[in-house]
């Protein structure tokens, strides 16, 4: 298995970490551990050769070395396996290698005389263990145990150099190169995890932005918890309008037996799409209208007047006071929807108050009529752009008479319309889905085909595998 320490920066740019009750869940199994370090070694096969090196000053009994412009001419990462602990991660090495050159310049009583090194370094053995922790709402990263050591070295010194000055400092220059490879190496990943990643993870937003106003905000809680073969880790999400939030939503537990074969695994309660549903219920209209220009479709079947099967067919009034016009129907919720996962379905229950005006609305605002569809539709939840999503696979509706001022509502005119107000009712519903839930996946990642969404009671389980990484 390849493994760099550059995976804990990727592993912990999810804004989740664990809390309770959560309502979001991430796993990180063993398998994502190993697609995600596939990709990190072509990160530390560029970044490593382009360190800056300090120079080396070393004195020694009758006189001093100087090592300067250090520069590494190859490197190939080494091989990285690691392991999980309920302490969090740790990573060992073998193989690889890395090649340097400088110059050097020695004095030795009144003799002073430059020339070059070129040490090789291989099979490098390297063993880093790792902790998370939170700050801020964040998650933030500490290196516990930083340790390298060269199974095999070679240092080959060039110049001007008389052989007995070379022999003097020899042993002395092969310690200090192969202590100055081991600091470097414990360096670049105190810089690569403790700076650029603790400062890249400490800018994440919490706020993720999910368009018209609306906002998923992160609670971090509590630390990242591990296991042997996986990392575990949880949060609170609120949704947000304005700084305002509407949530009257339980918590289920979330429990449902995950997947070990996926790369990764995430838990949604359905707590969140409701409170989201809930919110938007109580900040914003949520309606839409129906009209013969938008939905031309319609068109027939609202006309006030015609020989048979529009509306001015059945409510006569219609086509007496308002003739050879047309009606618009506007879809307004009249309670927040509520999505409920069950075990291999979800579905999605809506009373929606349908009023019928003539068109256009703006110049009619009065309502003729209205009526009560309460509808449930079948969601199809699906994945898309990072987000759980869902699309309204059918619908059934019960529609009942609120108020009329142009005449008894009949049966038959609620069978003839039927076929209407389930597809006008059912593109309204998808509206409100198509924002879908941010998903706490590194933005580039691509996720594959072979995931797969399980619904249980209360919540629903993605189970993840991934593609890409670009």
């Not at 650029?196 to 993720?208: A, K, R």
Request: aromatic share 10%.
């Amino acid at each position: 298995t390849q493994m760099s320490p550059l995976l804990l920066l990727l592993l912990f740019s999810v804004p989740l970490l664990h809390s309770n009750p959560s309502n979001l869940k991430t796993r990180l199994n063993k398998a994502g551990f190993n697609f995600l370090s596939k990709n990190t070694r072509k990160v530390i096969d560029k970044e490593v050769p382009q360190i800056d090196i300090p120079p080396i000053s070393v004195k020694f009994d009758g006189g001093y070395l100087v090592v300067d412009e250090i520069n590494i001419r190859k490197f190939v990462t080494p091989e990285f396996n690691l392991d999980l602990s309920p302490s969090g991660l740790h990573w060992s090495s073998q193989g690889g290698g890395i090649q340097i050159t400088s110059n050097i310049a020695a004095k030795y009583s009144f003799l002073y005389q430059e020339g070059w090194i070129v040490a090789t370094a291989t099979d490098l053995r390297i063993f880093l263990s790792a902790t998370a922790s939170t700050l801020d709402g964040r998650p933030q990263l500490s290196i516990s145990k930083c340790r390298m050591n060269i199974r095999n070295f070679a240092l080959n010194i060039g110049g001007n150099f008389f052989m007995w000055i070379i022999n003097l400092f020899r042993d002395l220059l092969s310690m200090e190169v192969q202590q100055m490879i081991n600091q470097q190496a414990c360096s670049y990943a105190q810089d690569l995890l403790l700076t650029q990643g603790n400062d890249f993870l400490h800018s994440l937003p919490i706020d993720v932005d999910i368009g018209k106003g609306f906002f998923l905000h992160y609670h971090i809680d509590d630390d990242p918890q591990f296991t042997t073969e996986h990392a575990d880790l949880s949060t609170t999400t609120t949704v947000t309008y304005s700084n305002q939030t509407s949530c009257s939503y339980d918590v289920t537990p979330l429990d449902a037996e995950d997947d070990p074969s996926s790369m990764g695994s995430i838990w949604v309660s359905d707590q969140t799409p409701n409170c989201l549903l809930e919110t938007a219920f109580n900040n914003v209209n949520l309606s839409f209208t129906a009209t013969h220009v938008k939905v031309p479709v319609i068109e027939n079947y609202v006309k006030t007047s015609c020989w048979l099967s529009c509306i001015g067919f059945f409510f006569p009034i219609l086509k007496k006071d308002y003739p050879n016009q047309h009606v618009s129907l506007t879809f307004a919720a009249a309670a927040a929807p509520v999505v409920a996962f069950l075990n291999g379905s979800t579905s999605l229950t809506a009373s929606i108050d349908l009023d019928f005006h003539i068109y256009p609305k703006e110049e009619n605002p009065k309502s003729l009529l209205r009526l009560n569809l309460q509808s449930m539709g079948e969601v199809e939840p699906f994945l898309e752009d990072r987000r759980l999503k869902g699309r309204i696979d059918t619908i059934e509706l019960n529609a009942t008479e609120v108020f009329s001022s142009i005449g008894n509502v009949s049966q038959t005119f609620l069978t003839g319309f039927d076929t209407i107000f389930k597809t006008v009712s059912s593109s309204f519903l998808s509206v409100l889905l198509s924002k879908g839930i941010p998903l706490p996946i590194f933005d580039n990642l691509s996720i594959s085909d072979t995931s797969t969404i399980t619904e249980r009671r209360g919540q629903v389980l993605l189970s993840l595998n991934f593609t890409d990484f670009h």
